[in-house]
């Protein structure tokens, strides 16, 4: 026995052993547990990549300013700042890739035959070995009538069905039991095939479409475009977008020249209470106004909000976050004459001016939420908050010279010095605008429409394809009709389905009773 089994063994090794390099390597590429690895190991690197705060995303300078020499050294030669452009990263979305293809030019023809060449015949004792199988009678005129009794059952359960003919050929036997080849009996059979939900069994290769469209929109993403997170202040204008690249821990800025400029013309907080702070549980929507200057289609304006993105030529602009540094949006300035106490109110936006009755031209130049004198006695802000609201203003009167008046939003005796009269009136700022000190904007360039591609084609068609695989499954059923000896006609009936048993035997059971009332449906 150990000899036999020795030679059995040597012969299975010696057939392994003959298999040409080339297919070992292209199995072991096309195999599922290495493709389950791989996938694993990308989940791994792409949580490092969120733990891991990437560069050019906003809070990236205080969370690198945190790390000690050693992390920021070894962070920056593995590449951790920047993973998803990594070679490493790369390489592995290409050999994982490969392996969804592979798989699949491995195992699909497999998969397509069910739909291409089902299986409408079957014999008794192969539906008697399947998952679900049952035997009843029928009273009927034929084997027809009983064929097109069943059709109709497999229909009302939604089932597509198949009739098929076939003839068979038995010998009787004499008295002593052998076969008499003289005496010759034909049996007609009718095999009644249904099936649903077929194509389900292709549903894991459009898993796998979904799957390698995403990874190609995104290496598209990656490769020839580039996202960068940027502080919109009211009133700046550039052309560039600073980025940042790393060599080991050597961190180098270098700009990237657009084909316009923009202009943040105006930065709104919608809060849900406007007495309250403008953090963001108070916080309904951010609204940044920009206005793009470009040399070959001139100017255009947009608004970007949280939910409404703006694009053009091929830059996505998306609402990141805030720059939580309290300012105001505009201002409105209550004015009292010293001459005869007369009042006037003025209201300026941001970076904005307005004039008096007299000729008298205010500039809005600066708010300070919580005012206090710094550093050689220079006005400044304790915090963000709105503690001591100030607006900084610059006036200049009729022929006069321009002067810097403070307007606070408390009253300020006129024997304090920067809260004196100026300019002939007693400056005080009634009301404002809470709105921060800056937006910033997830700035996504993509010409080639990488993103649409990974997330609307392949994020949106892979969780398609997923509850498509999942929800639903292929669900086939046989039954063989035979005449008896007693003039009846024997119902072989047998199912299967590729998920979902317990769901399909109920199922099964359900189409039993429909076929015969009078048979126990709890199977055989």
Do not use: C
């Not at 923009?262 to 916080?283: E, F, R």
């Not at 963000?384 to 006069?400: F, I, K, M, R, S």
């Not at 046989?478 to 009846?488: D, S, T, V």
């Amino acid at each position: 026995m150990s000899a036999a089994k020795d030679t059995i063994e040597s012969r299975v090794s010696a057939r392994t052993a003959s298999k040409p390099m080339i297919n070992q390597i292209v199995g072991f590429l096309s195999s599922v547990r290495f493709g389950v690895s791989l996938l694993i190991l990308m989940v791994v690197l792409s949580i490092i990549g969120m733990v891991i705060i990437q560069q050019n995303v906003q809070g990236f300078d205080s969370y690198y300013a945190s790390l000690t020499p050693a992390e920021r050294s070894v962070y920056g030669a593995l590449g951790l700042f920047d993973i998803y452009h990594s070679w490493y990263y790369n390489v592995l979305l290409l050999i994982l890739s490969l392996n969804i293809i592979l798989a699949s030019i491995d195992r699909f023809p497999t998969a397509w035959a069910y739909i291409a060449n089902p299986k409408v015949k079957a014999t008794k004792d192969w539906l008697l070995n399947q998952k679900v199988h049952s035997s009843v009678t029928l009273p009927a005129e034929s084997e027809s009538a009983a064929g097109e009794h069943i059709k109709r059952t497999f229909e009302s359960e939604r089932f597509k069905t198949f009739v098929s003919e076939a003839e068979t050929t038995e010998y009787a036997l004499d008295e002593e039991g052998r076969k008499d080849f003289a005496n010759v009996i034909r049996r007609k059979q009718i095999v009644v095939f249904g099936e649903a939900g077929k194509f389900n069994r292709i549903g894991a290769y459009i898993v796998h479409v979904a799957l390698l469209t995403l990874f190609l929109g995104h290496f598209v993403a990656l490769r020839t475009g580039f996202d960068a997170d940027v502080r919109m202040i009211p009133g700046d204008e550039s052309d560039q977008i600073q980025m940042i690249q790393f060599e080991l821990d050597k961190r180098e800025r270098f700009n990237v020249q657009l084909p316009f400029s923009i202009k943040t013309t105006d930065i709104q907080q919608k809060l849900i209470n406007p007495s309250g702070s403008i953090d963001v549980p108070n916080t309904l929507d951010w609204r940044t106004q920009i206005k793009i200057t470009d040399p070959e289609y001139g100017e255009t304006v947009a608004d970007v909000s949280l939910n409404k993105p703006f694009s053009y030529r091929g830059y996505r602009f998306f609402q990141a976050s805030a720059i939580t540094m309290g300012s105001a949006r505009n201002i409105d300035l209550q004015l009292t004459a010293q001459g005869d106490g007369t009042q006037t109110t003025l209201t300026i936006p941001r970076n904005g001016a307005g004039s008096l009755p007299d000729g008298t031209y205010v500039e809005y130049e600066e708010f300070l939420p919580d005012f206090v004198f710094g550093a050689e006695g220079k006005p400044d802000t304790r915090s963000g908050e709105y503690n001591n609201p100030v607006a900084v203003l610059g006036v200049t009167p009729p022929g006069g010279e321009r002067t810097r008046v403070f307007a606070f939003a408390g009253n300020i005796g006129d024997n304090i010095p920067v809260g004196a009269p100026k300019l002939g009136y007693k400056w005080r700022l009634s009301s404002f605008e809470k709105s921060p000190f800056a937006h910033v904007l997830s700035i996504k360039y993509d010409p080639y429409n990488g993103a649409f591609i990974a997330w609307y084609l392949g994020g949106f068609g892979l969780m398609g394809a997923l509850a498509f695989v999942f929800a639903f499954s292929h669900r086939r059923v046989w039954a063989l009709i035979e005449r008896n000896p007693f003039g009846a006609y024997a119902v072989t009936l047998g199912g299967d389905t590729n998920r979902n048993d317990a769901a399909f035997e109920e199922r099964f059971a359900k189409l039993i009773a429909k076929v015969d009332p009078r048979a126990d449906t709890g199977g055989e």
